[in-house]
């Protein structure tokens, strides 16, 4: 027997780092967007709250978005994780697992503090949808009776190497063959793929004294809270049937929808401030297709060297280039700040800036980056070819995308230390955005990726159908 629920009313739950509270808030606001009259309580931890709304007044941390263009139907309401300050970064390897020890314990109980309260005052949660790092939220909700859904924000293929790993095949994936980058790793209904590529908590962080052990231990806990939904887990995929139809189908265990790219409607609060306008009046002077745009993302650091020569080879490249250098990494780098930018000749240098907006600016050619799983769909939605450079996490099965399947970009290779020296920065942007014919069909291929995007996120599209289906499932009790 099925009785309808007054609104639908989702707790959107995610980790406190940019890439994850980026994608979760879009999914918010797409959610209110999709049903005039849903509810979304947005949740992120207490620590990175304060940093997304440094001016809200409430003692108790909880604020309604400042601007009200939801009518008061988006709320934001944090959690705890046990920590005064959030996760600080550390040289001390036990210090991130410590942290997610903690994160995992208080955000746990404070959820369901949430959850409760929020039933208590008459605004009950019936949809928890939470991102990768959270899979205690699923629990959470059950013991209350709630349906969750979780928030892939990772490509569909990590998804689905991660569910197949924890699946039995975990013996392809050893210690020994991590010696070679190139074994070749072979999973059901997936392309085969280098070892190397794969996401780097399975290769790197399988042993518990690895700095990030206890995100392979989080994964592992997620893939087995999915397997215990019943009768099927709703996983909803940031990215679109036609981006990755092969890896949407290689996971049949659980009903998977892919409802994005999941982009911003406008302004958007997160953890960084933005630098003032001025690189937008820069871009504007520039003619169109000439920039290369650089950044590498939230999280990745930069040592004096590596900036040094990205620095030379963007210089030598002759094109104008805007550089996100962040200000955590300016300020590792301690007096060279001033030196560091002495030496921009033809491009400028900012710490944050609207990366959206610049990457659907005219000017924009090409964009250098580390193959974060938003840069790259901000960019594939943009049309914008990429010179991929990745580190860790899902960034090189992302680089893989970008490059073999979609052909929207090419692969930077580094050094034996890790380093991308000048003249292949100068190569790759050569390879995107000269007069070759390679670069004409990157060119080529992203406008038509784009416009497929366009197209399964508009009115009727692929992502659009899952996403009104996922919202009409929330009004419904069973
Ligand atoms: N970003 C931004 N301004 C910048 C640099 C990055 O708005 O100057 C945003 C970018 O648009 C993306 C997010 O930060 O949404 C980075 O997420 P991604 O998954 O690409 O990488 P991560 O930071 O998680 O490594």
Redesign the pocket.
């Known amino acids: 027997m099925e009785e309808m629920s007054p609104r639908p009313h989702f707790l959107v739950l995610t980790f406190p780092?940019?890439?994850h509270i980026?994608p979760a808030l879009r999914l918010a606001r797409r959610l209110l967007a999709a049903a005039p009259d849903a509810l979304v309580t947005f949740s992120t931890t207490e620590a990175a709250h304060a940093r997304m709304f440094p001016a809200t007044p409430e003692a108790d941390g909880a604020g309604v978005l400042p601007d009200g263009d939801e009518d008061g139907r988006l709320e934001f309401l944090p959690f705890p994780d046990g920590t005064e300050a959030g996760y600080v970064r550390s040289a001390d390897p036990g210090a991130f697992n410590a942290y997610m020890a903690s994160f995992h314990a208080a955000g746990a109980r404070g959820v369901a503090g949430i959850v409760d309260a929020l039933a208590a005052r008459g605004r009950p949660v019936t949809r928890v949808v939470y991102t990768l790092l959270l899979p205690w939220a699923a629990g959470v909700a059950r013991d209350r009776g709630v349906p969750s859904a979780l928030y892939w924000i990772q490509p569909a293929a990590v998804f689905a190497i991660y569910h197949h790993y924890f699946h039995g095949h975990a013996a392809g994936v050893v210690a020994e063959h991590r010696r070679d980058p190139s074994f070749v790793v072979e999973l059901p209904g997936l392309a085969p793929q280098a070892i190397g590529d794969l996401p780097s908590f399975l290769t790197d962080s399988t042993d518990p004294s690895d700095i990030f052990h206890s995100i392979f231990n989080t994964i592992r806990d997620l893939i087995e809270t999915l397997d215990k939904e019943s009768p099927r887990a709703t996983v909803l995929v940031n990215t679109c049937q036609e981006l990755e139809p092969g890896s949407l189908a290689a996971v049949g265990a659980h009903d998977v929808l892919p409802v994005g790219p999941v982009l911003p409607s406008g302004d958007e609060s997160?953890i960084?401030k933005q630098d003032g306008a001025e690189y937008m009046e820069w871009l504007d002077a520039k003619p169109a297709n000439s920039v290369v745009y650089v950044?590498f993302?939230?999280?990745?650091s930069m040592a004096r060297e590596q900036l040094d020569e990205l620095l030379l080879g963007l210089e030598v490249s002759g094109r104008p280039y805007l550089c996100?250098i962040r200000k955590d990494v300016m300020t590792a780098l301690a007096e060279a700040e001033a030196e560091v930018r002495g030496r921009l000749r033809s491009g400028v240098a900012?710490e944050?800036?609207?990366?959206?907006r610049v990457l659907s600016h005219a000017a924009v050619g090409c964009f250098v980056t580390?193959c974060?799983?938003?840069?790259v769909l901000?960019s594939v939605a943009s049309g914008v070819p990429m010179v991929c450079v990745p580190r860790m996490s899902d960034q090189r099965m992302n680089a893989q995308l970008v490059v073999r399947e979609w052909r929207v970009g090419v692969r930077a290779q580094v050094d034996s230390g890790g380093v991308l020296r000048a003249a292949e920065v100068g190569r790759c942007v050569d390879e995107v955005m000269g007069d070759s014919e390679a670069a004409a069909e990157a060119r080529r291929m992203a406008g038509k990726w784009k416009r497929m995007v366009a197209e399964a996120t508009g009115k009727g599209g692929s992502s659009e159908r899952n996403l009104m289906a996922f919202v009409d499932s929330a009004r419904s009790t069973v």
């Not at 993302?297 to 990745?300: K, P, V």
């Not at 944050?352 to 959206?356: A, K, L, T």
């Not at 974060?372 to 840069?375: I, Q, R």
Request: net charge negative; aromatic share 16%; hydrophobic share 40%.
């Open positions: 780092f940019q890439g980026a997160g960084f950044s993302g939230s999280l990745a996100v900012v944050w800036c609207d990366q959206v580390h974060g799983w938003n840069s901000e």
